[in-house]
């Protein structure tokens, strides 16, 4: 779950609030939700897809381990990054299986994977949520990141101030950011 203050927009700043430097990035795939979904199936889940976007969801890592849910490392202000574009189905494979997916940080490549070894599919994750609530038109949902985050690297990487953090998914594009300080 994230709280609207805790967005930002392709190129606009990532902040890294001051009361933390354990600032990470995680690069993720992102559906929009196109009409009202509840208990749907593996046959009919991608029916509920408007569009696939980027998601950059920057998380404070210290705060993410205070307590046993990491809401609160996932929602302080302008830490998740979203966009550029929304690009409809019809355009990429079923449940964007197959897709590249990297993050780079200054130019490095920090996660490199394939959106066909994500732990549940795009269906399966539709399947999952609606069986508990029901999604609505305009909801976004995240999938989840690959390996390579910087708290997992020894020694862990975070970002700081002017750095660029990008994330790439193939055939739905580029989401950019910059690093300021709060």
Same mark, same amino acid.
């Given at each position: 779950?994230?709280?609207?203050?805790?967005?930002?927009?392709?190129?606009?700043?990532?902040?890294?609030?001051?009361?933390?430097?354990?600032?990470?990035?995680?690069?993720?795939?992102?559906?929009?939700?196109?009409?009202?979904?509840?208990?749907?199936?593996?046959?009919?889940?991608?029916?509920?897809?408007?569009?696939?976007?980027?998601?950059?969801?920057?998380?404070?890592?210290?705060?993410?381990?205070?307590?046993?849910?990491?809401?609160?490392?996932?929602?302080?202000?302008?830490?998740?990054?979203?966009?550029?574009?929304?690009?409809?189905?019809?355009?990429?494979?079923?449940?964007?299986?197959?897709?590249?997916?990297?993050?780079?940080?200054?130019?490095?490549?920090?996660?490199?994977?394939?959106?066909?070894?994500?732990?549940?599919?795009?269906?399966?994750?539709?399947?999952?949520?609606?069986? *508990?609530?029901?999604?609505?038109?305009?909801?976004?949902?995240?999938?989840?990141?690959?390996?390579?985050?910087?708290?997992?690297?020894?020694?862990?990487?975070?970002?700081?101030?002017?750095?660029? *953090?990008?994330?790439?998914?193939?055939?739905?594009?580029?989401?950019?950011?910059?690093?300021?300080?709060?």
């Amino acid at each position: 779950m994230r709280g609207p203050s805790s967005m930002t927009a392709h190129l606009s700043p990532i902040v890294r609030p001051k009361v933390s430097d354990k600032l990470d990035y995680e690069a993720e795939l992102a559906f929009v939700v196109g009409k009202k979904a509840r208990h749907l199936t593996l046959d009919n889940a991608l029916d509920c897809v408007a569009g696939y976007s980027i998601f950059n969801d920057g998380s404070i890592r210290d705060y993410q381990r205070k307590t046993t849910q990491w809401t609160i490392g996932k929602n302080f202000d302008q830490t998740g990054a979203f966009g550029p574009w929304l690009v409809t189905p019809d355009e990429l494979p079923p449940g964007c299986h197959g897709l590249n997916i990297q993050s780079r940080l200054n130019g490095q490549i920090m996660q490199n994977a394939n959106t066909k070894d994500f732990l549940w599919g795009v269906a399966e994750t539709i399947v999952l949520i609606t069986e *508990c609530m029901t999604l609505e038109p305009g909801d976004v949902v995240i999938t989840g990141t690959p390996a390579g985050v910087g708290y997992a690297r020894t020694p862990p990487v975070f970002m700081k101030p002017g750095d660029i *953090c990008e994330i790439e998914i193939e055939s739905i594009g580029v989401l950019r950011n910059s690093i300021a300080d709060e």
